[in-house]
Each structure stands twice: as C-alpha cells, then as structure tokens.
C-alpha cells in the first residue's frame, strides 16, 4: 500500500511561494502517476498538477501554469508541488493522489490513493 503524507502548507501572502512536499511510504511511487489536487471550503477537489511515473509527461490545470511545477524525485521518493506567485484564490486544502497506471489524467476517479491533505492559505 501507498501512504501519502503531504507536508509544507502554511499561510503566505500573496505573490509569496511554498512548496509541499509527498513522500512516499508502505511503497514506493514508481508504480504510478502522482497529481496535486485541491479542495476550497464549499468546493469540489480539483486537479492542480499532474506528473507520469518517470517523471517525463506533467500537466498543469490551466488556473496555475507558469506559476507552479510538479517534480518527482525518485531516488527519495517525493514528489513535490513548487508553488509560486501565490494568488488568494489558490487558498485551499491540497491533497496528494497516486495511481496505478504510468499516466494520469485529471479525473478524481483516476487516482487511488489520498494522503490527508495540508492547508493552503495565501491572504489577499
């Protein structure tokens, strides 16, 4: 089983940068994609960032290219969300997911396991 445990939310301004952090454990990421999805108060979980098993294909939600970056590293396991000119409105619980398959899309559906999410707040 994969356990995701995503860490380096916090509170910044806007226009400030974070980076979260999703170690793998139980197993390691290798087997599947791993995506960033988030989730406001009152909203549904939607998906920021995507990135294939080796690390060659990523895909942004439109809300965020050129402001942040998906990577993986595979050597320690982690896959980490870069974030960077930080808007009020990406304020938000973001959650790590991981899939089974090589490649995945955007779909909450295509990802089978959920760490427990790390808050997001950037004040306006």
């Known amino acids: 089983q994969v356990q995701l445990v995503e860490s380096g939310g916090g509170l910044v301004q806007a226009g400030g940068s974070l980076r979260l952090s999703c170690p793998a454990s139980?197993?390691?990421?290798?087997?599947?994609?791993v995506a960033w999805f988030r989730q406001a108060p009152g909203m549904e979980r939607d998906f920021v960032a995507g990135?294939?098993?080796?690390?060659?294909?990523?895909n942004y939600a439109d809300s965020v290219k050129g402001r942040f970056t998906i990577s993986r590293d595979n050597a320690v396991d982690t896959v980490s969300l870069q974030m960077n000119s930080l808007k009020p409105e990406d304020t938000a619980v973001y959650y790590c997911?991981?899939?089974?398959?090589?490649?995945?899309?955007?779909?909450?559906?295509?990802?089978?396991?959920w760490g427990q999410g790390t808050q997001v707040t950037v004040s306006s």
């Open positions: 990135i294939s098993r080796r690390g060659a294909i990523t």
């Open positions: 997911a991981a899939a089974r398959t090589f490649v995945a899309g955007q779909g909450v559906y295509e990802y089978d396991y």
């Open positions: 139980g197993r390691t990421f290798g087997s599947g994609a």
